[in-house]
């Protein structure tokens, strides 16, 4: 049975690789300090004989024994990476820095969890991963997107320098159950302010692009990049299927059946005018491509916000 280490496996996608890990006979122990996670998340997994969880912050050490590590610790929306942007910086640099040495001295595989946000404001779409992409070093969101292009060199260099196996995954917009409530994020803000009610907000004129993938379909990804044989990365793992803000707006409203007006407010510093993946690298070397469609995994959501909200 191998012992996985999952950071920041109390947060949205950490939880549910927590699931699928112990699904497959994996012996799984989490780790989250709880700032953007919640122990909610993980709540039904606490009578799992093979699952452990251990509150520490990764900016300090941690001393375990692992056959593989997927490091995914690290706030992932503006409102959230923005509160404390040093400490996301710090998470990115000094967190990844203990889980490669970590990785070094057991001789564990990590993968680690980058982003889409590496390619900034893109002049190349869809994004490649040969893109070295197009980033403002000194702007609100440079804590989060320099800090995982930083992340990213860390485990290239470990690689060379230390033999260390790694896994670099570039994750592209996800959705699904257990977004937070005030995520932050515009698929769990839509649905939460259509259930309530409340306006949709919309950032500039709603015509930049995102593509939107559901979560069962990106946990599939990383797990067969962590099993591949020798593909390193970066690989792209997203739903290359493009929609507006606008559109996605009008199919929430749709679907959760709200009367919402959609309202416009400015569109925040350095934010992406397109988003979406070349995904053939994937496709080749994995066998991986999206399955659930938006308006499946759309439904799933709102179902889970719909109970959230009430309960």
């Known amino acids: 049975m191998n012992r996985i280490l999952v950071t920041g496996g109390a947060g949205f996608l950490g939880s549910h690789l927590c699931d699928f890990l112990l699904d497959r006979r994996g012996e799984v122990i989490c780790v989250d300090n709880c700032f953007s996670g919640s122990k909610e998340n993980i709540r039904h997994l606490a009578g799992r004989p093979a699952f452990e969880f251990i509150r520490h912050d990764i900016i300090h050490p941690l001393f375990v024994e692992v056959d593989k590590i997927y490091h995914l610790a690290c ?70 997107d320099e800090g995982k292009r930083v992340a990213e060199t860390l485990a290239m260099d470990y690689h060379r320098q230390n033999r260390v196996a790694i896994r670099i995954a570039r994750i592209f917009n996800t959705y699904g159950p257990r977004m937070a409530v005030k995520d932050g994020r515009v698929v769990s803000n839509f649905i939460v302010q259509a259930l309530r009610g409340e306006p949709l907000t919309v950032y500039g004129d709603g015509k930049q692009t995102r593509s939107f993938c559901y979560v069962s379909d990106l946990i599939d990804g990383l797990h067969r990049l962590m099993e591949s044989e020798d593909l390193t990365g970066p690989v792209n793992l997203g739903n290359p ?39 053939r690298l994937a496709r080749e070397r994995l066998g991986w491509e999206p399955r659930v469609s938006l308006e499946e995994g759309l439904d799933r959501t709102i179902a889970y916000f719909k109970e959230k909200l009430n309960s």
């Not at 409102?79 to 889980?99: E, L, R, S």
């Not at 199919?251 to 934010?271: M, Y």
Request: neutral net charge.
């Open 241 to 279: 299927s493009e929609f507006t803000i606008l559109e996605l707006a009008e199919r929430i409203l749709e679907r959760t059946g709200s009367r919402s007006a959609i309202i416009h407010k400015p569109l925040p510093q350095d934010d992406p005018v397109q988003r979406c993946p070349d995904i």
């Open 75 to 144: 706030p992932a929306s503006p409102i959230h990476y923005q509160f404390n942007p040093i400490k996301t910086v710090k998470t990115n640099v000094m967190g990844t820095i203990n889980m490669l040495g970590l990785a070094k001295r057991t001789g564990a595989g990590i993968l680690l969890a980058s982003t889409s946000e590496v390619y900034g404001d893109p002049e190349v779409h869809p994004q490649t991963e040969r893109y070295w992409g197009h980033v403002n070093p000194i702007g609100l969101r440079s804590c989060y």
